[in-house]
Each structure stands twice: as structure tokens, then as C-alpha cells.
């Protein structure tokens, strides 16, 4: 998975997409051993990935309690970043 992120230029939609609800959020999908796993991230200063929490999915819908974990953590990188 690291080595693809690495050497396409653009990953596909079904592997990183943007969050709709929260600007610079994403979502990294991972399958392994036939489960799926969700990453949340973003970037900072162009190329450098943050990672944030990640979880197991098993519906449809991404759990908006997910989601604002990993926008608290997004404000918090970023509040600590610009004031630490």
C-alpha cells in the first residue's frame, strides 16, 4: 500500500477520498486479510501525510463519531503545530 501511495501519481477514489463534511479531511481504505480498514488524514506543507485514528468498517456509512474524532485530532495537530 505505502509503496503504491508512493509511485502513482493519483490514487484511485475506491483507496483515498476526500471527507465532503470536513474541509482537508481524507480517508485512506486498507484491505487486509479480507477486512476493511478506514485511516483518516491529512496533509500539512504539500506532501507530508498526517495520520489520525483508523478503524474497522463494517457498513456502508462511515460513522460520523469516527469522523469527528478525526476532526478533533485534525484541530488539535494543527492548533498544537501553529501555538507549540
Not at 483508523?54 to 463519531?65: D, I, M, V
Request: glycine share 6%.
Amino acid at each position: 500500500m505505502l509503496v503504491w501511495i508512493s509511485t502513482i501519481d493519483r490514487l484511485p477514489v475506491s483507496i483515498f477520498k476526500a471527507i465532503s463534511d470536513v474541509k482537508g479531511l481524507y480517508e485512506i481504505r486498507i484491505e487486509f486479510a479480507g477486512n476493511i480498514f478506514r485511516v483518516f488524514c491529512c496533509f500539512d506543507e504539500g506532501e507530508l501525510v498526517i495520520l489520525f485514528n483508523g478503524f474497522q468498517k463494517k457498513t456502508q456509512k462511515t460513522p460520523s463519531k469516527e469522523i469527528e474524532k478525526a476532526t478533533k485530532l485534525m484541530n488539535e495537530y494543527f492548533k498544537e503545530k501553529n501555538h507549540g
